[in-house]
């Protein structure tokens, strides 16, 4: 890859955002990534046959994440750094259907394919338990010692042994104020009936339903099967009477563009990442509250490479190669120091509280309480009936 | 015929079935063991009733049953009356320019449906040029917007099954011997009456078949109920792929499927009967 020192890779964001519009973006970023899995499927070939290609397998580290959650250079970075060739995929569109790929192969113990997966809270905590991971090889990874205090310790994984954030993020409300035609600040301006048809919420049911949760005064940390039940019932009525247009995954964010809906149960970085192209989009966390989630990398059990993978996470756990992946996909880093190393190279970026989130907002995140099976299921049940799936 | 078919068989009687062999390994592999898996996931774990998923197929998912056919059959409607005037037109009336509109008809083929359902969303938005001629016009329906309404999603499901109904009703009126329609009017018929009692008895082949290749595929979709419905229009194919990918519940998943297949294997035998086409082939 070219030098481009001159450029931050914030300038450099912004410029490819201007000549090309969303969709090309993304279609472009696909495209870079397919190139760099034949450039390293090239590589492979080139490195003889034989004794030469398992030395060559032995040395690909192979990576599963979502779209649009990584820079540009990072991973040709890390190969230069390293010699480990990187097979980046950006595959995992959603939690559940990613999961239900992957389930059959990991329960019988066949190999996936993959070093690192990257999935949420929820469902890293049910790889965790499934036995579907396995350690994170702790000499391989010394900058584990970076992760933010917050989160060393979480419930589905004691001191972090079979998993590490990749990347934080906070679910709250994006709006268009040309839409709107006026700010927002509470979960209650979702039901507004001035904005009957122009408002969408997400397929994920812990952010939707935590949210709805907040706007009826309960805590979505402690929340019982009742209380879901009630939110549920909320978003099933304001579904069928067609106050909610739909429910979506990132798509909601070329519509809340476009004008087609005025407010959206939204996620950070989404809106932080359109700004680029629409200064106008906010995103708000509601005064009731917001959801914090992270990503999680995972090491499947049928992986035969676990020392690869730590030493990715290692890359990634270092503050200035944190910050370069900030850059480009501006949720939160689970990496301490990070702000610092992104006021270097994107100082704009850096001062925005979407990135560097002010103390009043982090007070009011909350994580969805852990559900076990019996609950996941009934919470699920009721809300794929509310959403009409 | 039989003749020939005869001398065939005397000649190597194994020939025909070594043919057909890598057609019924195919069907076999790829068709019956896949459909007899999915009737086994459908009838659910063992302990539970059997028919668990069959009866929340209808209780639970009835709704979207109706609305699946409904749509599929309002597009099937749109396409046999907006496709058949243009293969007429083809057929008939177009000259030398018969394979350059044929080649317009294959067209959107070169592009995705997933890419040109996109696009649809981008001609229906709430702000665009469609919907505030419509609106000066007073004929949006009652939400104000086409996007997200089951307008848009008859609309797509037209728009990307109409060449399935051109290219059969086209081959049909096609073959037809002009010389019938000279000789209707030799026998005092007017245009309308030859079309009425000549082309269009003849070209039901054609219709039948384009109907069905609308139909059947339309009631199975779900990109069209996905990307411009809104959550209120939600067809059966979405209840099949959210059961089978986010709910994870195989048995309802398979159920529906099965109930899916069975209700148009039934409609089709009957269609097919009421237009007297069996001997279609």
Redesign the interface.
């Known amino acids: 890859m070219t030098k481009r020192d001159t450029y931050s890779e914030q300038e450099l964001t912004a410029m490819v955002h201007r000549a090309l519009s969303r969709r090309q973006f993304l279609g472009r970023t696909a495209l870079a990534a397919g190139g760099l899995t034949l450039g390293s499927a090239f590589l492979n070939a080139c490195q003889g046959k034989d004794a030469g290609q398992a030395a060559a397998a032995a040395k690909t580290v192979r990576i599963s994440n979502w779209p649009l959650y990584i820079d540009q250079k990072t991973v040709a970075d890390f190969e230069a750094a390293t010699g480990i060739t990187t097979v980046y995929t950006e595959d995992v569109n959603d939690n559940n259907e990613f999961f239900a790929k992957i389930d059959e192969p990991l329960k019988r113990g066949q190999s996936i394919d993959r070093d690192i997966i990257v999935l949420t809270d929820w469902m890293a905590g049910r790889l965790i338990k499934l036995g579907y991971t396995q350690p994170i090889p702790a000499d391989k990874f010394p900058n584990k010692a970076n992760l933010v205090d917050g989160l060393t310790n979480v419930g589905f994984d004691p001191g972090r042994l079979h998993s590490v954030p990749w990347m934080s993020g906070m679910a709250g409300i994006g709006y268009n104020p040309k839409v709107t035609g006026r700010e927002l600040t509470s979960v209650a301006d979702l039901f507004d009936p001035k904005f009957k048809g122009k408002i969408t919420m997400l397929t994920e049911m812990r952010d939707t339903l935590g949210l709805v949760m907040m706007g009826e005064g309960k805590d979505p940390a402690a929340c019982t099967v009742e209380d879901a039940r009630l939110a549920c019932a909320k978003i099933k009525q304001y579904r069928e009477n067609g106050h909610i247009r739909g429910f979506t995954g990132n798509d909601y964010a070329e519509d809340l563009a476009a004008g087609n809906i005025a407010v959206a149960v939204a996620w950070s970085g989404d809106i932080q990442g359109l700004a680029a192209d629409n200064p106008d989009l906010r995103w708000i966390a509601p005064t009731e509250g917001a959801m914090l989630y992270s990503d999680n990398m995972l090491i499947p059990k049928t992986s035969d490479r676990p020392e690869l993978a730590a030493a990715f996470m290692d890359y990634c756990y270092t503050p200035a190669h944190s910050a370069q992946i900030i850059a480009a996909a501006p949720y939160l880093s689970p990496v301490k120091g990070t702000a610092e190393e992104l006021a270097k190279i994107a100082p704009t970026l850096a001062s925005s509280p979407l990135v560097n989130v002010p103390a009043d907002v982090t007070a009011r995140l909350k994580v969805f309480k852990w559900l076990d099976d019996a609950e996941d299921q009934e919470f699920n049940r009721l809300f794929q009936d509310a959403i009409g799936a | 015929m039989a003749g020939t078919a005869a001398g065939g068989n005397r000649r190597n009687p194994i020939a025909p079935y070594l043919l057909v062999a890598p057609g019924i390994l195919w069907l076999i592999a790829f068709y019956v063991i896949p459909t007899l898996t999915l009737a086994r996931t459908s009838v659910g774990p063992e302990g539970a009733a059997w028919y668990d998923g069959y009866q929340r197929a209808f209780t639970d998912y009835g709704v979207h049953l109706g609305r699946s056919f409904g749509y599929a059959f309002a597009a099937t409607v749109v396409c046999v009356l907006l496709g058949y005037p243009l293969a007429y037109v083809i057929a008939f009336r177009s000259g030398r320019y018969k394979n350059f509109l044929l080649g317009l008809v294959i067209l959107p083929f070169f592009t995705t449906f997933l890419v040109r359902t996109?696009a649809w969303k981008?001609i229906l938005?709430?702000?665009g040029i469609v919907v505030q001629t419509l609106a000066t016009l007073h004929l949006l329906p009652e939400?104000?917007?086409l996007?997200?309404t089951v307008w848009a999603v008859i609309g797509g499901l037209s728009y990307n099954f109409l060449p399935f109904t051109i290219l059969p009703i086209y081959v049909s009126l096609e073959k037809i011997d002009r010389r019938l329609t000279e000789a209707a009017n030799d026998l005092y018929c007017n245009a309308g009456q030859a079309f009425r009692k000549v082309v269009l008895p003849l070209s039901m082949p054609g219709v039948l078949a384009g109907s069905m290749l609308t139909f059947i595929p339309a009631t199975g979709d779900f990109i069209n109920a996905e990307l411009l419905g809104?959550?209120?229009q939600?067809m059966l194919g979405?209840?099949i792929q959210?059961q089978?990918?986010?709910?994870?519940d195989y048995p309802l998943a398979a159920a529906l499927s099965f109930v899916l297949m069975v209700i148009i294997t039934i409609m089709v035998l009957a269609y097919a009967r009421a237009l007297g086409t069996e001997d279609l082939a």
């Open positions: 996109f981008t938005n709430d702000g939400e104000g917007r996007l997200n809104s959550p209120n939600k979405s209840v959210g089978f990918l986010q709910v994870r």
